[in-house]
Every structure is written in C-alpha cells, then in structure tokens.
C-alpha cells in the first residue's frame, strides 16, 4: 500500500500547521517554570499553575461558542480564517512572554492563549476529519500521529539545545516559536486557496 495515495494536500498542510503549532509548544510548556523563575522567584511553580489554569479556563470557556458559530456557516472558510486567527494568537502571545515583568501580566497572556487555542483546536479537527479519505481514516491519523511525534522529537532536541546556552537564549526561542505558531497559521490559511476539498460544504 502507498500511503501517499490516501494523503492529500489538505491533510499534509494541516499536519505542518500542527507541526509549527503544537510541535513548538511541546517543547516551550516544560521549560517554562525555569526560564519565569529568574522574574518571579519562589513563588514561580504558583504563578505557572495559575496561568495554566487561566489558559485552559479560557480554552474552554470558547469552545463551545466557536464550536456554535462555525457550524453555523455551511462552508469551510470560517473554519480556515478561525484556525489562522487562533495560530497568529496563540504566536503573539508567546512572543510577548519575554517582555513580562508581572505575574498578572502573564495570567493574562496565557488565557489570551488559551483562547487562540479553542479557535485552532475546533476549526482544525473539523478540517481534518473532513478531509480525510473514506475508509482510510486509520491512514490518514496515522501519517498525522507519525510525522507529528517525529518532528515534534526533532524540535524539541534542537530548541532544547539553545534553550539551555542562556536565559537570553530562551527568550529568543520563545518569539522563534512564537513566529513559527504564526506560520502555522499562513500553512493552513493556504488551504482557502485549493480547490477540491472535501471540507467546502462544512
């Protein structure tokens, strides 16, 4: 069986948009108590378990609003403009980490986060699902899962490497990545210009 026969070009670019999205943030979330406790001291380990909680607070106070109105819409352009408007939000938000200097500050950047990613997680899984090739599905989560796990190892061995050569290093990493989320976002804006999806009658 050749797998690229059941790949298209709408499942490829959706799985590099997850790479540039959630690849960069597997490796940003377990370093980030280390590189706040040079700002918040102590009390660090606290103030990231707040901001997380305001992230997924936010996360899921959107998803189902989000969820409402894309459904109301029966094409797959809201779901292509909402998922790039969750990756350049999400993107921002980590580029202005490395400018904080009070917990709340970073509160309220992690639930603005948190929002960016109920607006990339909806739209995206929607896409996806709707591309992918009937009675191939295993195929096509598959290759996802797969080249997911690989380049997601692969990014967090090299953004672990510079991470670890200075605080300023990882404050450069943080708006590296914060840029590649926002790429992301342009890959699977790309999607809104092929024709044949699957997903135009969402």
């Not at 998922?83 to 921002?92: D, E, R, T, V, Y």
């Not at 950047?109 to 109920?118: H, P, R």
């Not at 290759?143 to 796990?149: A, K, L, Q, R, V």
Request: glycine share 8%; net charge positive; proline share 2%.
């Amino acid at each position: 069986m050749k797998i690229r026969e059941y790949i298209n070009r709408i499942i490829f670019f959706l799985t590099v948009s997850d790479i540039f999205t959630w690849g960069t943030i597997a490796i940003i979330t377990p370093f980030m108590a280390i590189f706040l406790s040079q700002k918040f001291g102590d009390q660090t380990i606290f103030y990231v378990g707040v901001a997380t909680s305001c992230y997924y607070i936010s996360r899921a106070v959107f998803q189902i609003p989000i969820g409402i109105f894309s459904d109301k819409l029966h094409h797959d352009k809201d779901e292509i403009i909402i998922l790039s408007l969750g990756c350049f939000i999400m993107g921002i938000g980590y580029i202005l980490i490395p400018f904080i200097y009070e917990p709340w500050q970073y509160f309220l950047i992690m639930a603005f986060i948190g929002f960016g990613a109920s607006m990339n997680l909806n739209s995206w899984r929607k896409l996806f699902s709707a591309n992918l090739d009937r009675k191939h599905e295993g195929v096509g989560f598959g290759f996802y899962e797969t080249i997911m796990s690989f380049a997601t190892a692969i990014i967090c061995i090299v953004g672990g490497y510079f991470s670890s050569l200075s605080y300023m290093a990882f404050e450069i990493v943080l708006i590296v990545f914060g840029v590649a989320i926002i790429l992301g976002g342009l890959v699977s804006g790309s999607i809104f210009f092929m024709k044949n999806r699957k997903s135009k009658n969402l």
